[in-house]
């Protein structure tokens, strides 16, 4: 397949698409040939700057400002994106926040808006999207888990119960959608270098390159290949899967 655009003439809808591993996704699949919506929350210039290398890639390419854990702001950007692409195959949920506390000094907010984000806003964007996806002829969702969910860590009861939530919407999408032909897989990765990550104590980093069996940290490409692959027709009897891209953080 090298070579080939593996995504030609798709449309893909990346929340969280302006930064760090969602960034590589949307370009990843805008060098495949794939249209590109991407949504983000705040950062204007982060989300253009994407946009822009998109279009020169000669592909489709439009930026929303959405708070993705909002259902009716989710409902109104979908519907948008509906009507300017007149067609969405591919959804990757990746729009993420965290808020690391140990459980005892954690707030309800923190716990809520982490929940609200990474959960609901998952939820948000494919209940909005179905209609849309379900006219596809190979309709992909990809969640974007993280270790976290499988292993629990601690420091991280919001997002590991919101990234453990993920993994059964992700089973329960491919067994509702599977009829539709629509697949649903969840990616958990590791430690990854974004900004999410940057700001990381140096003894946490100095911990990860000890206990991943590859000794580093991943780059996003790293984890938008796995998401290529996934929304490609390589992956077409592949559904309700959770394919880790950790360097063997969790064996
Ligand atoms: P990041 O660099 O912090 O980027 C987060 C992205 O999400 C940005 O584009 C941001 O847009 C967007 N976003 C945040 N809140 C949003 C909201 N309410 N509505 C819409 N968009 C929102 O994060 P990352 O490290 O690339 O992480 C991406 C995903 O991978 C997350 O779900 C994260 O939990 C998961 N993950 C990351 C790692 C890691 O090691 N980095 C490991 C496992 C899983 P704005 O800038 O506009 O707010």
Known sequence: MKGDK?????????????RGIGRAVTL???????????????????????????????VKAEAYKCNVSDFEQARETCNRITTEFKAVDILVNNAGIARDKLLMMMSETDFDDVIDVNLKGAFNFI??????????????I??????????????QAN???????????????????AGKKITCNAIAPGFIETDMTAGLPQSVRDHAGTAI???????????????????????????????KVDGGLYI
Request: net charge positive; charged share 20%; glycine share 12%.
């Open 6 to 18: 593996m995504l030609k003439g798709k449309t893909a809808v990346v929340t969280g698409g302006s």
């Open 28 to 58: 990843g699949a805008a060098k495949n040939g794939a249209n590109v919506a991407i949504v983000y929350s705040g950062d204007d210039a982060a989300a253009a700057d994407v946009k822009n290398l998109a279009i020169e890639m000669g």
């Open 127 to 140: 209940k909005h999207l179905s209609r849309a996806i379900i006219k596809s002829s190979a309709g992909r």
């Open 142 to 155: 990809i969640n974007i888990s993280s270790v976290s969910g499988l292993m629990g860590n601690a420091g």
């Open 159 to 177: 997002y590991a119960a919101a990234k453990s939530g993920l993994i059964g919407l992700t089973k329960t999408v491919a067994k509702e959608f």
């Open 213 to 243: 069996p590859l000794k580093r940290m991943g780059t996003p490409d790293e984890v938008a290949n796995a998401a290529i692959f996934l929304a490609s027709d390589l992956a077409s009897y592949i559904t309700g899967e959770v394919l």
